[in-house]
């Protein structure tokens, strides 16, 4: 019986035939031939572009994969510049080379190293560990040889650049102080970034290798001076040598900063101090702009352009006179009797004494079994508190101490910006120190005793405070009672001359003293100065510009230590008997009527704050203010022929 066939539902046919049709063998040869057709213009295009690569211009295409590499340089910003308060340029830019080595292009290393190593202070090993230190996926990285070459050594290197594959000479701007050791701790210096530093990100766009501000106004607008840096493309050949520049992008300079100090002023205050160990602030008082900050002794900021060597840093930090000490904000000191005007704030302000009171001084003044002596050994006989300011009675102010306690005159001691920082846009201030009884408690564990408020009250005892304080101080005594905080920045300009930033004056507090206890406070510094029986009156008083101030004499020791009691005077150096010798103040104001600047000068162991510290104070200020008059008629006269 004959099976039947399944057949789909659908009636449709599921043999091979229905998806695969027979093909014939012409069909196959047809289908090849259009291949091989079509294959034979595409291999006579490849084959004429390489004849036309190895023969026609083989010779051009070898030369340029040889010499072809693109690398991205760094275009380093011109730093701004810095001036005084009257355009006067004070730092610059000048142009240097710096040599580098591209560690991957030096081949072969030794004999380069060799060759080398006779242009610069370097040993053929030095470079080597150098290059094989470098190599790697970073090699194509410039690594800085030695900064700032020459003129005379670039020529010679680069005479000799085909024979020292790797060597690269690139122009960069390095700082220009332009008077040697003008305000070095004001305007301060550069120093290379550290890896700490980099990875902080404190300094965006900087990189190893690159400057930034160490100190002063350097440091304190790094931003604003750095600028950004810009990058250009650049063909080298095989030893790394540039060919040409594909592409540029321009870096931004710096920022100019105006500072409001005046370089003769400053000039003239560095110029008396020289040879001695102490500081000058010249204050306006109407804003609280710094016309002078000095330290003495200063230092070179030259040793810092292209990085100082350990051993000059040692030297300067050994240096028993400390160059690099700031003495002007970063050395605190006893005030001395310049602080009498805190205790005389304190004494009126709080009644123990009015204009009517009195003290008599006959030299000495007794408390319990303990003898405290006036300065002048005769006493000054009786004083009411304008004479006392004047002749500096001790005796005076040894009652006012009694009366007031310690306490009290450290709450106005605090009120007037003594035991913190004044603000001033500079590094590292010292905030000074105000004693009190809880103080005492809890740096000794002992109680105040009565006898300490009499020291305290004319300045010495644990009282400390800095030449910049007692600065603000006079200034806000000039100005009849208001405190600024100091500025160092007048203004900032861009390149362009638009300004970007300009300083505003910003009080700080108000000195804690009303119109009659100012008044009888600067009669008495005026009477300091002016008056036959005032403490400044022989080397302070002008005959060409009232002047009004306050001196300060603070005692080191009582007596010899032991180390020196058995030795006679004759047997100790001459910087061992200074080291005993009284620290010399002189703080004042000028003119007494309408005080344009405020100083405060202080020479350690100076010994005698009228007969030291005084005349600089004094030709500070008239040097300062005979300045000015020509100035001004300069500026009217401008005003006017500006005028329609």
Known sequence: MKKESKQPENGRKTTPERFFPKVGADWYRRRLLKMILGMIPVFCVLLIQLFNLQILHGEQYRSLSENNCLRK??????????????????????????????????????????????????????????????????????????????RDLMGRLMSRRYQLPGIVIQ???????????????????????????????????????????????????????????????????????????????????????????????????QELLEGKTGAVVAIDPSNG???????????????????????????????PERPLNNRAMQSVYPPASTYKIITAMA?????????????????????????????????????????????????????????????????????????????????????????????????FGLPWYAGENLPIAIGQGYNLATPLQMGMLTAAVANDGTLYR????????????????????????????????????????????NDRKGTAHYYVRSSDVPISGKTGTAQVISQLTDEFDLMSADELSEKQRRRFLPHAWFVGYAPSDDPVIAVSVFVEHGEGGASTAGPIAKELMVSYITALAPRDQIAAQRDTARKP
């Not at 095989?238 to 592409?247: E, I, K, R």
């Not at 700080?508 to 206890?517: E, I, M, S, Y």
Request: hydrophobic fraction near 35%; charge should be positive; include cysteine.
């Open 73 to 150: 340089q760094r275009i380093q910003p011109l730093r701004g510049h810095i001036f005084d308060r009257n355009g006067r340029l004070l730092v610059d830019n000048r142009p240097a080379f710096d040599l580098y080595i591209i560690p991957a292009d030096v081949t072969p290393v030794e004999q380069t190293a060799h060759q080398l190593a006779g242009y610069i202070s370097q040993t053929p090993e030095e470079i080597i560990s150098l290059v094989n230190e470098n190599r790697g996926p970073y090699g194509y990285r410039p690594v800085l040889l030695k900064p700032d070459i020459g």
């Open 486 to 529: 100091p500025q160092i920045m007048k203004r900032i300009y861009s390149v362009g001359g638009s300004v970007v930033t300009q300083s505003e004056p910003e009080i700080t507090a108000r000195l804690p003293a009303g119109k009659t206890t100012m008044q009888l406070i600067k009669q008495g510094l005026f009477q300091a100065v």
């Open 289 to 319: 702009e710094i016309l002078a900050m000095a330290s003495s002794p200063p230092f070179d900021q030259k040793l810092f352009i292209d990085g100082i060597s350990t051993r000059q840093w040692q030297r300067l930090l050994n240096d």
């Open 171 to 269: 122009p960069s701007p390095r700082r220009n102080y332009i008077y040697e050791r003008f305000a070095p701790h004001l305007i301060g210096y550069l120093g290379e970034i550290n890896p700490g530093e980099l990875s902080s990100n404190r300094y965006p766009n900087r990189r190893g290798g690159d400057m930034i501000g160490r100190l002063g106004v350097e440091r304190t607008f790094e931003a604003e001076l750095a600028g950004n840096p810009g990058a250009r493309v650049v063909q080298v050949n095989a030893t790394g040598q540039v060919m040409s520049v594909l592409g540029e992008e321009a870096s931004q300079p710096g920022h100019n900063v105006y500072l409001t100090i005046d370089f003769d002023l400053q000039v003239k205050a």
């Open 347 to 443: 004494a009126l302000g709080e009644g123990i004494f009015d204009v009517n009171a009195t003290v008599y001084c006959n030299g000495r003044y007794k408390l319990g079994d303990r003898t405290f002596r006036c300065w002048k050994t005769q006493g000054h006989g009786r004083q009411d508190i304008v004479n006392a300011i004047s002749e500096s009675c001790d005796v005076f102010f040894y009652e006012a101490g009694k009366q007031l306690g310690v306490d009290r005159i450290a709450s106005y001691a605090r009120k007037s910006g003594f035991g913190s920082l004044t603000g001033i846009d500079l590094a590292n201030e010292a905030r000074g120190l105000v004693p009190t009884a809880a103080w005492k408690k809890k740096r």
